[in-house]
DNA sequence: AGATTGATCCAT
DNA sequence: TGGATCAATCTG
C-alpha cells in the first residue's frame, strides 16, 4: 500500500489544523530491516514562542532551532536520558512550532497493534537523534503520507497535553488529539 | 510511588 | 562548571 507523501506546504500551516489532518494519516519508516507503516492515532502540538509548554518558548537554541526553520522537518529530542520524542515541524519558517506523535497503529498485524506513547513510537520506527533535522518532506528514510482515508471532524477528541503542568494555562490548552476508534 | 538516564540550559 | 530540569516508561 502507498500514498501521497506530505508536502512542505502541506506543513506550513496553522499548527492545530495540520494536528488535526496528521490523525489517520501514515507514518512510514524505510531501514535496512524494511518498511514499517502505522497509522496516527494521537499527536500533541506545540504552537509558537508565547507557548509555554514549547521547548521554543525560551528562545532560539541550539537544540530548538530547528523549530524555528522549515516545516516538514523532523525535530527529534532525547527525554529522561532514554528516550527519543518525534516531530514534525510546522507554520512558516521563523515561526517555531511542530506537533509531536503520541500514538500509533501499526496494521500488519491482526488485530492490529496501538503503539501508545511517544517514547515507544521512537522506538518502534528507530527513530533517534539521527533523524534530527531530515526532511520528512522527500519520502526517504522518515515520511507521513495519505494513504485516501478520511476521518470524520467527530471522531476527533481533544485533551490537555501530557507531562507539561510547568507551563501554567499553557498546560490546559486542549492541543493533545486523538482519533477515536471506529467502534467506539 | 520511585527509579532510571543523559542532554540541555542557566546560574554560579 | 554544577546541578536542576525534563513533551517518558518500566517496575513494584
Not at 47 to 70: I, N
Not at 159 to 170: C, E, L, S
Request: with cysteine; net charge positive; charged share 25%.
Amino acid at each position: 500500500m502507498s500514498g501521497r507523501v506530505l508536502s512542505r506546504a502541506y506543513f506550513r500551516r496553522p499548527t492545530l489544523r495540520v494536528a488535526r489532518s496528521l490523525l489517520g494519516k501514515y507514518l512510514v519508516r524505510a531501514s535496512r530491516s524494511g518498511m514499517t507503516a502505522g497509522r496516527i492515532i494521537e499527536v500533541e502540538a506545540y504552537v509558537g514562542p508565547e507557548d509555554r509548554a514549547s521547548h521554543a518558548s525560551r528562545g532560539r537554541t541550539k537544540r530548538t532551532e530547528v523549530m524555528f526553520g522549515q516545516p516538514g522537518v523532523a525535530y527529534v529530542y532525547l527525554i529522561y536520558g532514554m528516550y527519543h520524542c518525534f516531530n514534525v515541524v510546522t507554520e512558516r519558517t521563523g515561526y517555531p512550532a511542530a506537533i509531536l506523535v503520541r500514538a500509533v497503529e501499526v496494521d500488519s498485524n491482526n488485530p492490529p497493534a496501538l503503539i501508545d506513547g511517544p517514547g515507544r513510537v521512537s522506538r518502534f520506527f528507530q527513530i533517534d537523534r539521527t533523524i534530527n533535522r531530515l526532511d520528512l518532506t522527500l519520502g526517504k528514510t522518515l515520511w507521513i503520507e495519505d494513504r485516501g482515508a478520511r476521518v470524520a471532524e467527530s471522531r476527533i477528541a481533544a485533551f490537555p497535553r501530557i507531562g507539561v503542568d510547568y507551563a501554567g494555562a499553557w498546560a490546559a490548552k486542549p492541543w493533545r488529539l486523538r482519533l477515536r476508534s471506529r467502534e467506539g
